[in-house]
């Protein structure tokens, strides 16, 4: 059973940064489109970034400027860097990702969630 991982989330302070991670617990499992979601309680989840298998990315409007998706391939891990962190920012943040295993597609996945909070 494969699942997605993510890390990095915390508390930090308005202006502060953060960096999460999102990789397949299977080193045999590679992620390929990866897109970063949050979801307060309450509201729907909604797209932050995505970023595809060959680096395009798209932000949503709220992130634009502030937030950065990147990838290693080399550790299979997907990254959002995100600065400048505005109380708004806080929600928990999910990975979803479509993951490959011997060159065949296993599926879309999501992870867990990891909660972002920033104080003001």
């Known amino acids: 059973q494969v699942q997605l991982v993510e890390s990095g989330g915390g508390l930090v302070q308005a202006g502060g940064s953060l960096r999460l991670s999102c990789a397949a617990s299977r080193s045999s499992f590679s992620v390929n489109a990866v897109g970063w979601y949050r979801q307060d309680p309450g509201k729907q989840r909604e797209l932050v970034a995505r970023i595809t298998s060959g680096g395009i990315t798209n932000y949503a409007d709220s992130a634009k400027g502030r937030f950065t998706i990147s990838r290693d391939n080399a550790k299979n891990t997907v990254y959002l860097k995100m600065n400048s962190l505005k109380p708004e920012d806080t929600a928990i943040y999910y990975c979803?990702?479509?993951?490959?295993?011997?060159?065949?597609?296993?599926?879309?996945?999501w992870g867990q969630g990891t909660q972002v909070t920033v104080s003001s």
């Open positions: 979803n990702a479509d993951l490959y295993s011997g060159g065949y597609y296993r599926g879309n996945y």
